[in-house]
């Protein structure tokens, strides 16, 4: 399904994100094509060349509970044999509920 | 590889004398390295002499423009960089950046790959100075200590290429811990090896140390760089900088975590720009 791009002001644009259209100045002239990712270099050159706002990718819909729960047995699973050596210590275990609640909330 | 076709572990002779052939560092690096009271010598001369390497300070101008500094595009030479980035800065950076430019050429030997080298100590360089800066350290010595604290892989690689391909097969299997595959078939870990080579390039104590005790954190000292460079390898790994060929997470340390003082809600937002700074460092060290 094909959904519209949101038109974000650049501040509020995570660098990494990917352009959702091709976007033009203001003569027309192409700048970047579809795709392109938007790091914190080119966000500020936009800036320069006084682009307002770009074309994002809209928020996917929410999950529904067991898509979530699904997601999160999955990424649980997966976190769990990247730190199979990481033994039982208070530190590696805060950091596998860190790195586990950062993946869950990736898009 | 079995242990049968690998060869013996070397003497420790033979290791000293390999790592004697690996390359020097670029010589104006040696001079950066030459002091710990240099912030108050003229720095005039010694710019000159980092911009006489242009490759070298080539590549240490790409990263101090990388968005890693926050000032993209706008330092044009290292006298420049020197006033903005500080002196301290600058050293670091051309350390580094001699430090890549001597290890790039190198020609590990099978199942080593270089690209997944560089991207986990690039990801760990960075990730120790986004945990200096939250501890109060010093994020320059940082970067320089996470970028080098696996050399010792390297230098085993290029100096025992068949055992190092045996060390590979095992561990990569993830059937034994690196470490431990290491000392089975080389009698010696990539942190030793690594320490060799900071010996022979002059790098300081601290970096030494770093180097060498980044898998027994809590034999350092509590104000150390092992710390630091600790945390931040098992962040790396955490992150998954080096994927498809991406080591399991080791454990991490509960004495250089604590000794770190940073509070874990402060850590999950530096996550991030670890991350979105990743690939701009990574690009600017290596290109």
Known sequence: MNQEPLWLPLAEVIPGTPLAADLADGE??????????????????LARQGIATVPVP?????????????????????????????????????LFQVLLRRQLEMP | ????????????????????????????????????????????PLARRIAADQVLAARALRVANSPFYGMPGMVGSIQEAIVVLGFRAVRSLVISAAAVQALASLKPGR???????????????????????LSGRNAEAAFTAGLLHDIGQLVLCVAF?????????????HELPLVAAELEYLGLTHAEAGAMLATRWGLPQSMREAIALHHQPDEARADSLVD??????????????????????????????????????????TLDQIANEFEDTLHALLA
Request: aromatic share 4%.
């Open chain 1, 28 to 45: 027309g002239q192409l700048l970047l094509t579809a795709g392109s990712r938007l790091d914190a270099h080119r966000l500020q050159q």
């Open chain 1, 58 to 94: 809209p928020p996917p819909p929410p999950p529904t509970p067991e898509e979530m729960a699904r997601r999160e047995g999955e990424a649980r699973l997966r976190m769990e044999r990247r730190f199979a050596h990481a033994g039982h210590g208070q530190a590696s275990r805060a």
């Open chain 2, 1 to 44: 590889m079995s242990p049968q076709a690998c060869p013996p572990p070397p003497d420790r002779d033979t290791v000293a004398a390999r790592i004697a052939a690996l390359p020097s560092l670029p010589s104006v690096a040696a001079e950066l390295l030459s002091g710990d009271a240099i912030e108050e010598l003229d720095v005039a």
């Open chain 2, 111 to 133: 199942n080593f790959s270089p690209r997944t080298f560089w991207r986990h100590s690039v990801g760990t360089a960075v990730a120790a100075r986004h945990l200096a800066m």
């Open chain 2, 161 to 173: 290429p068949r055992h190092y391909a045996a060390v590979l097969t095992r561990s990569q299997g």
């Open chain 2, 228 to 269: 630091l460079t600790h945390v931040a390898n098992v962040l790396a790994h955490g992150l998954e900088f080096s994927t498809p060929l991406e080591e399991p997470v080791p454990p991490l340390s509960d004495t250089a975590w604590n000794r770190l003082n940073i509070d874990w809600a402060r850590l999950a937002p």
